[in-house]
Structures are given as C-alpha cells and as structure tokens.
C-alpha cells in the first residue's frame, strides 16, 4: 500500500513572470547597495496629525515617492537609464515604478504600477493614485495589457523589452528607471529588504521602529525608517550616488510636502 500523497502543486500566478523577467533583466547590473537609518519622527506626526484631522491616513509611500521625485530633481543621473549604445539617457520628468500587492482569483500577487511624472504631482495626487490603484487594481486598461502580456511566451516578452530599450521615448512610455517597493507593512519593528537589481535605482522602504536617538543634542525616543537603496554603479558613480542618498535623507527627515499639507488644513 502506497503512502498517502505528502505534497501538494500550485500553478504559478501569471503576475509571478514579471520576477522572472526582472531577475533576467538585472543579471548584467553592478549594484551597490546602502543601508540608511532615517529620522522620520515628524513626518509620521503629521501623517497621524493629519488623519485626526480629516478622518483621511495618508500613505506613507506616496510620501516616500514625493520626496524621492524633489532627490531626483536636484541629481538627474539617479533616473537615468544606459542604452543599447552604452550612452545614458536623462528624463526631464520623472517615472516611478512601485509594486502592490493584489488579489487575483483567490490569491495575492505584486503587480508593478507606473507613477508619471511625479515631479509635477502634488502629495495628494500620489496618494489619490496610490489608493486607486489598490482599491481598484483590475480597473485600469494598463492592468489588464499586464495581464495579456504576461501571457506571451519568455522570449517574446524579452524580445518586448529589448525594443524597449532601444528606444527612450518608448521605455519612458511603458517604464522607468527607477522602482520603490514598500515592505515594512509585512512585520513590525525595523529592517531592510534587498531588491532584485533590475533597475537603476531601487528603493526598499524597511520597517519603521522607535527607539532612543540624540535630537537636539538630548537622548529621545524617536522613529527610524530603514530604508535600501541600491544603485547601478555602471550609471551612475558612488560620490554623486552618496550626495542623492544624503538629499533624500533631508527631503524625508524635513517632512517635505507634509508641512503645506499640514497648513492646508487649518
């Protein structure tokens, strides 16, 4: 008599592909990786301030977002992306890519969305297309052209981004260069994730956890964010890549754009 069956087989989500194409994607890339601290103490105050106010939790991702577009803004090379003919091509505006998870059928998978031109939105036009996009994620015609394209068989969603690749206005129409993936929502406490290297730039937002800190030269419980950055050292060189880091630092640190939200509301 046979032992009873001690396994069981799950198909693989078709959302599961773009981890195989960005795995395929990044295998050629020189990444550095930093792991930095921040003090986010002030900006989670007026997040919470703010909701007391008007009943609405703003997403701390699409602050994320915000202060990453102004980093940008002031170093360009950290959104710009090598060509085919090893020259960098730099965007005026900026392209932000980040995942969420979803539901499809009766599991949950990531699924990639493409924030345009975040350099020109306020906070609040991120937040309301953040939220949109996971209250609704099979709505938008871009979610379902996901969908059918995950479909195509592995060389020929290659071969897809290959022409991509070659030709800047089209990868700024379907991508960018730049990928923020928001994990600290899965686990309490503090840590740092590392991301796959498929893109110039990535940024892992780790969890947040308080603890005691030196602010104005006095030891205090504050809250730290960590967070990964990781960088395609073939684009761009560690000395300006510190001086991006070190900007969005301050950009997170100042609260920036939360502040004017904050008055707004008074």
């Known amino acids: 008599m046979g ?9 693989i989500p078709p959302m599961r592909r773009f981890a195989f194409d960005a795995g395929y994607l990044g295998r050629r890339r020189h990444i550095v990786h930093g792991l930095v601290e921040v003090d986010v103490t002030d ?9 007391r106010k008007t009943g609405e939790k703003l997403s701390f991702t699409a602050f994320v977002i915000l202060c990453l577009s102004k980093a940008i803004e002031e170093h360009p090379h950290a959104h710009a992306y090598r060509d085919w003919r090893n020259r960098l091509v730099i965007y005026e505006d900026i392209n932000i890519t980040s995942m969420f998870e979803v539901e499809f059928g009766q599991k949950k998978t990531p699924m990639p969305h493409l924030f345009r031109t975040t350099n020109r939105k306020s906070l ?10 996971q209250n609704r994620p099979h709505a938008s015609a871009e979610s379902k052209l996901m969908r ?17 690749l070659r030709f800047p206005q089209t990868f700024r129409d379907n991508s960018s260069p730049v990928m923020v993936t928001a994990v600290g929502m899965f686990g ?6 590392i991301t796959m290297p498929n893109f110039t730039l990535n940024i892992a937002v780790g ?8 602010y104005k030269d006095e030891i205090v419980i504050r ?41 707004s509301t008074e």
């Open 43 to 51: 900006a989670r105050a007026l997040i919470r301030e703010y909701e």
């Open 148 to 164: 059918w394209f995950l479909f195509l068989p592995a060389f020929l969603r290659r071969a897809f981004y290959r022409v991509v």
């Open 223 to 263: 809250e730290y964010v960590d967070i990964t950055v990781s960088i395609d050292h073939d684009v761009v060189d560690g000395a300006p890549a510190a001086r991006f880091v070190q900007s969005f630092r301050t950009l997170l640190e100042a609260a920036h754009g939360l502040r004017d939200l904050q008055e």
């Open 3 to 11: 032992d009873k069956q001690a396994y069981k087989i799950e198909r």
């Open 188 to 193: 309490g406490g503090g840590g740092w994730a």
């Open 207 to 214: 969890g947040i956890s308080r603890k005691p800190g030196v």
């Open 124 to 133: 609040m036009q991120i937040h309301d297309e953040l939220r949109a996009i």
